[in-house]
């Protein structure tokens, strides 16, 4: 069987979601698609701690904890369907990439809630949060990078200059037709990381 990995990039109720193999040392793009992190892709459940903040305490943490429980089983059925249909066509997933935001650490609920800076933070991290569990429960190992890091990273582990890879990476998109946008392309190129580890 093939090797593949699988690279994601986080937002708000979804993540962009690109299978990687490699071809001579050089990634191919097996399946990229956008993973709903949330059940009803509204504002409310998109944004579940701006949602919160309006809300008493106690109601406040009930919300939030269900919209994470429902982004980590969302998570886990799309990474094992994408898992299936990489498999039945001879490719086996060894790993996963997660890039991360600036990784600040966050205090207690109620002060998250507290400060709009926080509840911006506390977005971002439930739905890599969701990615870092099924990647647990699915036994993947998960390679968590900073986004800004990258490309640095990758130069010296595929000992590539920048240039290269970020047109190495740009290039897939002819191939595999629109969209290819920078989510695509940073999740690509982490789960190409990923592969060379």
Known sequence: MNRAAIGFRVHSGWAAM?????????PIVLQR???LLVGTFSYTFRQPYHTA????????????RGVETESRELALSGLRALEKELDSAD??????????????KLPEFEKVLASHA?????????????????CARAKLPLTAIKERELLAAASKRLNK?????????????????????QDEKLATLAAWLTLAN
């Not at 690109?18 to 050089?26: F, K, P, Q, W």
């Not at 926080?118 to 969701?130: K, N, P, Q, S, V």
């Open 91 to 104: 490719y086996k997933v060894r790993g996963c990439a997660l890039l991360l935001a600036s990784g600040r």
């Open 53 to 64: 903040e309006k809300m008493p305490l106690g109601d406040a943490a009930e919300f939030v």
């Open 161 to 181: 200059r920048p240039e290269f890879l970020n047109r190495q990476v740009a290039a897939l998109g002819k191939s595999i037709g629109p969209p290819w946008t």
């Open 33 to 35: 698609r956008k993973l």
């Open 118 to 134: 926080l509840i911006h933070t506390a977005d971002g991290e439930l739905f890599r949060e969701a990615i870092r569990h099924c």
């Open 18 to 26: 690109v299978a990687v193999s490699l071809e001579d040392g050089v």
